[in-house]
């Protein structure tokens, strides 16, 4: 079962972020079914990786998208993407180093955070692109 | 779990089982008003109106005598002609002239409800004063009275609160009066229910009482339907998360929202820890929750008290308040999260039940998202509260919340010794472990999270 089962909770109302959002939601549960399979094959550093590059790309997509409409809570917005970015660099450096967080705490911060930032920070950034005919 | 949770019907699932009706062929007193009329009250309170007979025609009470304990014993075990209620009187009464004492009583003993009616005192007390009960309604009332002083107190506090409302929306004269008959007997239900129910039973008995308050104001109070619509809708919620029948706007009529506004602010009004303030973010914190005419006219009564002592102290720290709205955002957080994580695309009862437990979480984090904590934490920063004015709405706005989720906690916990599926949910159990966490926020001086 995965960790996340993408609904239309999730959705935003705007279909490339949507897009990117799933894709991130596909990162997460290869990274959590790897996990819970206890495979050694599996490269748990290179998922990681590849989820805060494919994570800076989205939010370059939204900034832009929040330019392209001016919108207003754009500096909150920005910032918790930025406090976003610079929380997951330490705790990956943690990891990297053999102290911080264990894998699954770092597995079930990205959880929390992706949820809790569509449901609030997006579904607004969502409702203002929609109005002004972003959809 | 049955599908139709979301929208059940609370009067549905767990009738008021010794509530006479009116419609049943057999009519015995209920076991909890008898008891009132007894045990709450000295020998000789209550007298017979009339001779009082059971169905197979035998006299058990001639007219004018005081009723004992014997006979009170034998009214719960036979079935009678008439319902016990409209054959008995108090011999002292509640009288109507009575009101306007309790209300001054209360006015100087709570400022909040006293500025709140003060611009209309005059119309409520001439509403109050032009009243006349019935004999059956001055006896549930004074059997409340007897019940719990307190209660009757609250009644006329809800009834003022109303009048005052209706006296400002200008309402035609000749319907406050209905209003004031439902505000007098929005809670007489509680005699109908056990006085001290078991824990598994206080919730339940909760939910029931504006039901039975309205079944009891019509079919043995004598008061029109239209009475007992208001009563049944004092708890409903324009956005329909009230109860028992969690009503949507459109089906409760305007009058009733009065009623069922008031009857929701009297708790702040009454009590001078809270005040003007709490009952003005009350009634603010969801959106579509009240009439938008009635928040704005408690919010501009508000606004006003807090102009005329601009230098109160600071209730708690800043840092303090900060501290525990952050605490909150980040329990509220872990919940909306937990419930996010249940629901799918089809709508299972598992889903289902997660769903509506959303919907009665979201507002709260909406609420709270309102304070600002939520930008501060995004910008790196912690929300303090420069004035003590804002201080003492973001103290007011904390509380309330926490006052919200307690309560649902207790909804749950019940729900789930109702419903099949929440009473095997490991959902269920870790979403109330996290609302009885926040229990703990407005006490815990050590901070627990970012």
């Not at chain 1, 330490?90 to 449901?119: A, K």
């Not at chain 2, 949770?5 to 062929?25: E, F, I, R």
Request: proline share 5%.
């Amino acid at each position: 079962m995965p960790m996340i089962a993408w609904s239309n909770q999730f959705s935003v109302g705007v279909q490339e972020v949507d897009k990117q959002h799933q894709v991130l939601v596909g990162i997460l549960n290869r990274l959590s079914s790897a996990l819970d399979a206890q495979d050694k094959d599996f490269d748990s550093h290179k998922v990681i990786d590849e989820m805060v590059q494919y994570t800076v790309y989205h939010f370059g997509t939204e900034e832009h998208l929040m330019t392209q409409i001016g919108y207003a809570a754009k500096a909150q917005h920005v910032a918790e993407h930025q406090a976003f970015v610079h929380q997951v660099g330490e705790m990956v450096g943690q990891l990297t180093q053999g102290h911080g967080p264990s894998l699954e705490e770092l597995l079930i911060f990205l959880r929390d955070w992706l949820i809790s930032h569509i449901l609030h920070s997006d579904r607004d950034l969502g409702d203002a692109l929609n109005l002004a005919g972003v959809r | 779990m049955p599908d139709a949770h979301p929208d059940h019907d609370m009067t549905a699932q767990s009738p008021a089982q010794h509530l006479y009706t009116g419609t049943t062929p057999a009519i015995r007193a209920n076991p909890y008003l008898a008891q009132s009329m007894w045990q709450d009250w000295s020998e000789g309170a209550i007298h017979s109106a009339q001779d009082i007979y059971d169905t197979s025609g035998a006299m058990l009470w001639a007219k004018s005598q005081a009723l004992d304990a014997e006979l009170i014993s034998r009214l719960v075990e036979r079935d009678l002609r008439q319902p016990i209620e409209l054959c008995v009187i108090a011999q002292d009464p509640v009288k109507e002239a009575e009101l306007v004492d309790i209300l001054q009583q209360l006015c100087a003993s709570s400022p909040a409800l006293d500025a709140a009616i003060n611009p209309h005192r005059k119309a409520v007390i001439e509403v109050l004063q032009g009243l006349t009960l019935t004999p059956q309604e001055l006896l549930l009332i004074s059997l409340l009275r007897q019940r719990k002083r307190e209660y009757l107190a609250h009644s006329v506090a809800v009834t003022a609160i109303a009048l005052t409302i209706a006296v400002e929306l200008e309402l035609d004269r000749r319907l406050l009066f209905a209003l004031a008959h439902a505000g007098l007997l929005h809670d007489v239900g509680r005699l109908y229910l056990p006085p001290e129910p078991a824990a598994d039973e206080k919730e339940s008995a909760y939910y029931q009482h504006p039901m039975v308050s309205a079944l009891a104001a019509v079919e043995l109070g004598k008061m029109t339907p239209e009475v007992g619509h208001l009563i049944a809708c004092s708890h409903e919620r324009l956005d329909g998360s009230g109860f028992p029948r969690q009503l949507q706007e459109d089906q409760i009529p305007p009058r009733a929202r009065i009623l069922l506004f008031a009857e929701a602010i009297c708790r702040a009004l009454l009590n001078p820890s809270l005040g003007l303030l709490r009952a003005s973010v009350s009634a603010r914190l969801v959106a579509r929750e009240f009439d938008g005419h009635m928040t704005n006219w408690i919010g501009a009564i508000a606004r006003s008290e807090q102009n005329q002592n601009p230098d109160r102290p600071m209730p708690v720290q800043a840092s303090t308040i900060g501290r525990r709205l952050r605490q909150l955002h980040a329990q509220l957080g872990r919940a909306v999260v937990l419930l996010s994580l249940t629901i799918g695309e089809s709508l299972t009862a598992r889903e289902a039940a997660a769903l509506w437990l959303q919907k009665k979480i979201a507002p709260l984090q909406y609420a709270l998202r309102a304070s600002g904590v939520e930008d501060a934490l995004a910008l790196g920063l912690h929300l303090e509260p420069e004035g003590a004015i804002e201080a003492a709405e973001l103290e007011a706005l904390l509380a309330e919340i926490l006052h919200r989720l307690a309560h649902f906690a207790r909804y749950v916990d019940w729900q789930r010794t109702e419903d099949e599926f929440l009473s095997s949910s490991t959902m269920a159990r870790e979403l109330l472990k996290i609302l009885q966490s926040c229990a703990s926020i407005l006490h815990k001086e050590s901070p627990s999270c970012p």
